[in-house]
């Protein structure tokens, strides 16, 4: 039967909207991605913020130790990071991935062997968890860029900020089981900070962490998308809808569209190296100064992580309406006010009701805003070098490591507050370079508006051929 002419043209259209405009971002890739983190934040988030700083002080023997051990799995993450993301972009980033996979299980090696034998101020055990962060940080070098340029590679433009927000909120809720267990495993050993119960926590986290390997082996290259997951300012089906930004400069026009990229890692960097000062800290702070039991720590981050994980959703959610630099400003410019406060409210530190408040906002609000930068940097990172600039994020990790080593050292010699403080005035200066990206970066509904617009326009070109 002939089927009416209002019928074949709808169809049509439908047809033709569904493959650009509303296809879906979760894909074979996107999906393992996802599980990979939600293991791999379950072991970490077991010890790694909570137990592992309080470990490495209790066997180093001063707070510039544990700062030195975390630079060094920075320093480890920057000299591989750099060749993985070339071999990725040149070569297969899944062949990058299993490169990384094999040698996780040397680095959890190490950190078990380290832990075993660990006694409070003894050498040979701190040399053993520095060489086990050291292969850590390789590790991450060698998967963490690779794995996140085929996600992006994997999900069209226009919706990676909810795959990057989902990415965060499954790993949030499942950091926050992390340290839930470390919650229940110093409950019935006593409630103390004792080398026996760390001991445990950190063991039970590095078996979870090794989960994280199978949905990454998993992972191929033959399921990244076409042109849709290309840069936003090099897609064909785009170039009309953003001629107008594209044209756009801003700082004396030094900065432009092209340029993007490179303004939101130097804006990265600055924000990491504040943060690597201050959180890897966190712990001994209230520890030290709060003089918190290990039970409520561990409740304390395991709520931390959950919560955050449900404000990537609401951040998500009011990207779509107000734009995703918008409120990435009004996050950080929250997230930084409460970092200065921690520093100057020196007489409540022994006060958990009014620290911790403060404290869990500043998380919130600034982790929160993590996802939406993450989705930034991928729209405007051309694919083909993808994988060499996700790698290049990795100099941020090192900031944050390798800061970590000027914030021990801080500590040591004037106090948590004044560190804090520094911290807040470096990490303002991030404030005006994301302002002067507001005109160049498109906000995901005008690239849904476009590709939907591009597909009607293909379609009536269709229709009237026929």
Known sequence: SVKPDWFRKSGAMTAAVTPVARRSPWTHNVICGIVATAFYRMGAGLYMMTVLPSFILLVGGNNFDVGFAEGLQGLANLLSAMPAGYIADKWSRRACIRMGTCLTFLSAGCLLLAVIIAKPKDFVPFV??????????????????????????????????????????????????????????????????????????????????????????????????????????????????????????????????????????INQLILTIGAGMTVKFFPVFFKEETHLKPVLLQAVFGSLNLFAGLGNLLANRLSKKFGRLQVIICGYIVGIT???????????????AVMLPIFLTRCICMWSCTPLLGSIIADYTPKATRGRWKALSSVAVVGWSGSAAVGGWLIDHTGFGVTFIITACFQTCSIPIMCILLPLVAKESELLAAQSAESLTATEISMQAE
């Open 128 to 265: 053993l968890l520095c060489l086990a962060l050291a292969l850590q940080g390789i590790c991450d070098g060698i998967i963490n860029g690779p794995l996140a340029a085929l996600m992006d590679d994997s999900c069209p433009a226009g919706r990676r900020s909810d795959v990057e927000s989902m990415n965060a909120s499954v790993g949030g809720v499942a950091a926050s089981v992390g340290p839930l267990l470390g919650l229940i495993v110093f409950a019935t050993t006593g409630n103390t900070w004792t080398t026996f119960s760390m001991k445990i926590v950190i063991c039970v986290g590095i078996f979870l962490s090794l989960l994280a390997i199978i949905p990454c082996l998993l992972m191929h290259d033959k399921y990244a998308l076409a042109e849709s997951s290309e840069a936003v300012h090099l897609q064909k089906n785009l170039l009309e809808s953003q001629r107008w930004r594209s044209e756009q400069s801003t700082c004396f026009g030094l900065v432009t569209v092209q340029r993007v990229c490179i303004v939101m890692f």
């Open 338 to 352: 409460c970092t200065m406060l921690m520093g100057t409210v020196r007489s409540y530190y022994t006060v958990p």
